[in-house]
């Protein structure tokens, strides 16, 4: 008897044990007519420990069956089969409740730092070290700037509450100053940070971790000592010139009463710390988009793909007269025209478009895109959860003749700090328009995709994350919202800090915003910043109904907390996999490591141990479908497995299309090919994450099925069908009948 050993590893998302070995036994029983009974049983395995006395046990979930000679003319001697799940999704559990699915949300937007730094360090393309510098400065700053500041923001808000509810807050007898309040406020989150970092700090906590408890703790000290000193040098003049700066920026309310006039200082403080934080992301995302165009594409056709736009777009805002812009871009459009009727001109315009379309669809480099997506994301959701929190203030804050400190100061700042979300509001809901297009084309002409030469369809309505004009457009809304952030930035300078400014067009002056000779205000007047200034207020004005759909998502996150759970799944098992425990290049030698990818590897090889004591098998069968496909070729690649026939079968695989691409140094397959006997390959010409896998010696066997997304591989009849011609196998019901499902 012929014994075989098959190891089903499951991919992302929420799995549960058993459930897809579950699946691919039911889905064998049906289409290959397997006879005889099937076992099956559940075992727990134990997994070393480092940083606990305690056993960790995972479930391995078992099924064995005995298939006879005669069930097919491929096999000599009757099959002893033992079959085992890897199981790993327990690594990366869905929150419970809207609250923790809204911190989990938020972490998992920051786990697509991860991507970008393994791109950015493992990817085999062209990176200027200034490139890798600026993808590390930007992702710190989300770690251990952004994500702390929200928390503290968030921790220092409801210390506020305890005006209303425990004691009273303000400058007479009987009251807690409120500039002590927050300073203890800040101590407290001071000492749990040192506490951490001190004695629950372990080896095997991420990058992310660290990061935001070091910046949580330094925010938090900044905080205490801003605040003692407000506290103690309540007289002082300048004390009460930043007092009078804060108060300038806002509407009256909590600035102007003297009990809250120092929380006030602090909140307007924080909200400037945050606005500059969030410029400086900006301007790193602009210098990372320069340096990576000049390298790929040139200066002359960096040139024209971005600065003639930006230049007759920025013309026609400052313009006097706005006759000449358009006739520049008509002109323009008309010599365009012409060249393109030239063969010369429209090879040469043929080539560059191939080039931008390598540039930002099919390249190694994608940590431009991740981070720009990253940016976007956390803008969106931070001000839904914050437009959700503040409806919850509003309810709990009082009466609106006596409002609580807490709603005072929501309504002074949240106005300042909100005060570009329109421009994050449209750049989002442009990118959810454009980017519908792609998909319903993918829909519609889904059964053409992934062909053995990939087409115009592929590049241009392929995966979201490789499509040229998302791409492009993901960088323009870069800008849109650089430009939101900072005219308001100088709005707000001008405003508070009396800033002179000099029109270039008209060379006037203008002083504390108002003209020094005329005494027209700045924003009123007839000046090229004026009319810059129109276009932002325009855009501005849309802040409230961008603070409505802002409450609405936090609305959606909150009411629908265990359906986003589930499909954070995907991007919660990607993050776990790619997560690090330092932020600097693991491959250079240094402690930076892949704590939970190394745990979950070592699962593969702990089953296989496991059911190799139990059966001394003659092969080795390895199932695996997505992220699953990623771990089954590592363990396979790299393990020390005992010497016998290795048969990989994968299932919408992103291998080399999407690891192999774009983290190929973390990622090398070469020597996988050799210790295996056979490799099937079954995608789905529709699947968003798998397609053909590709190697330079091409033993795989590529099997296109027919179009059904990306889930539902195990008990899809397609490939079944797929794969009994790929193993000849014919069940005894004739299943290969005209009726029977077909292969693409």
């Known amino acids: 008897m012929e014994k075989t050993l098959i190891l089903v590893v499951h991919g992302i998302g929420e799995q549960a044990p058993g459930e897809t070995i579950d699946a691919l036994t039911g889905g064998a029983v049906q289409e290959l007519r397997l006879p005889g009974a099937i076992e099956g049983r559940t075992e727990m395995i ?21 298939i006879p000679a005669s069930f097919n003319d491929t096999f000599d001697q009757d099959q002893d089969v033992l079959a ?20 989990d ?34 992702i710190w700053i989300f ?62 906590h991420s990058y992310m971790m660290r990061a935001f408890i070091t910046g949580l703790g330094a925010m938090s000290a900044l905080t205490m000592a801003a605040a003692l000193l407000i506290w103690l040098g309540q007289d002082t003049p300048w004390i009460e010139a930043l007092r009078l700066s804060a108060c300038q920026s806002v509407e009256t309310t909590a600035c102007w009463t003297r009990d809250y006039q120092d929380v006030a200082l602090i909140a307007w403080l924080s909200t400037l710390f945050t606005g500059l934080v969030w410029l400086v992301a900006m301007v790193i995302l602009l210098a990372l988009f320069m340096t990576t165009t000049l390298t790929d594409l040139g200066l002359r056709r960096t040139l024209l793909l971005f600065g003639i736009p930006i230049v007759l777009m920025v013309a026609v805002q400052v313009s006097a007269n706005r006759t000449w812009p358009w006739l520049l871009l008509t002109a323009l459009f008309v010599a365009v025209l012409g060249l393109a009727l030239s063969p010369p001109a429209r090879g040469m315009f043929r080539r560059s478009l191939d080039r931008i379309t390598r540039f930002f669809g099919q390249r190694e480099l994608i940590y431009q895109s991740i981070c720009n997506a990253m940016l976007i994301l956390w803008m969106l959701i931070t001000a839904a959860l914050w437009a959700l929190f503040s409806g919850m203030v509003k309810q709990i804050g009082g009466s609106e003749a006596d409002p609580s400190l807490l709603t005072m100061i929501y309504q002074d700042y949240s106005s300042l700090l909100t005060s570009a979300l329109a421009y994050v509001m449209i750049a989002v809901g442009t990118l959810l328009a454009i980017g519908a297009v792609p998909v319903i084309i993918r829909g519609v002409r889904r059964k053409h995709l992934a062909q053995e030469t990939p087409t115009g369809l592929d590049v241009w309505c392929g995966r979201l994350i490789l499509n040229p004009v998302l791409n492009l457009l993901l960088f323009i809304l870069i800008l849109w919202m650089a430009f939101g952030g900072l005219f308001q930035a100088a709005v707000t300078a001008m405003t508070v800090f009396g800033e002179a400014y000099r029109d270039p067009f008209t060379g006037a002056v203008f002083l504390n915003g108002v003209n020094a000779q005329t005494g027209q205000q700045i924003w009123t007047a007839d000046s090229a910043i004026t009319r810059l200034s129109n276009f932002h207020t325009g855009i501005t004005d849309l802040n409230r109904l961008a603070l409505v759909a802002a409450g609405v998502l936090g609305l959606v996150i909150y009411r629908g907390w265990n359906f986003i759970a589930n499909a954070l799944g995907i991007a919660r098992d990607i993050s776990v996999y790619a997560a690090r425990t330092h932020g600097a290049k693991p491959m250079d030698g240094n402690t930076s ?53 290795r048969v990989l079968l994968t299932m919408g695989s992103p291998l080399t299309h999407i690891y192999g691409q774009y983290f190929a140094k973390a990622f090398g397959l070469q020597p996988l090919p050799g210790r295996l006997v056979r490799w099937i390959n079954i995608f789905r010409c529709d699947d968003f994450v798998g397609t053909r896998v590709r190697l330079d010696d091409g033993v795989i066997e590529n099997l296109r099925v027919e179009a059904n997304g990306h889930t539902g591989y195990w008990t899809d009849r397609n490939v079944w069908s797929a794969l009994r011609k790929a193993l000849a196998i014919t069940p005894s019901d004739n299943r290969d009948s005209p009726d029977a499902p077909h292969v693409a």
Not at 114 to 135: F, M, T
Not at 149 to 163: E, Q, R
Not at 168 to 191: I, N, S
Request: hydrophobic letters at 45%.
């Open 46 to 66: 134990a997994e070393p420990a480092e940083d606990s006395e305690l056993l960790q046990l995972f479930p391995c979930t078992i099924r064995q069956t005995v």
């Open 84 to 103: 085992a799940e890897v199981y790993w999704s327990d690594l990366s559990p869905a929150p419970k409740g809207p609250f923790s699915t809204a911190f």
């Open 105 to 138: 949300l938020l972490h998992s937007v920051l786990g697509l730092g991860y991507l970008a730094l393994e791109n950015v360090d493992h990817s085999d393309g062209k990176i200027s070290p200034w490139s890798r510098r600026g993808v590390h400065a930007f």
């Open 143 to 204: 770690y251990a700037l952004l994500a702390p500041l929200n928390a503290l923001l968030l921790v220092g808000s409801l210390s506020l509450l305890s005006d209303q509810f425990f004691f009273p807050v303000g400058q007479g007898a009987g009251k807690l100053p409120g500039a002590l309040l927050l300073a203890m406020t800040g101590g407290l989150v001071f000492a749990g940070c040192l506490i951490w970092l001190r004695y629950k700090q372990r080896p095997r």
């Open 593 to 645: 490591r892949y704590v939970q990818r190394q745990r979950i590897l070592a699962r593969f090889r702990l089953v296989h141990d496991h059911l190799a004591r139990q059966m001394d098998y003659d092969r080795l069968i390895v199932v695996a479908h997505s992220q699953g496909t990623v771990i089954a070729a590592q363990s396979l690649a790299q393990n020390d497995l005992p010497d016998r026939p």
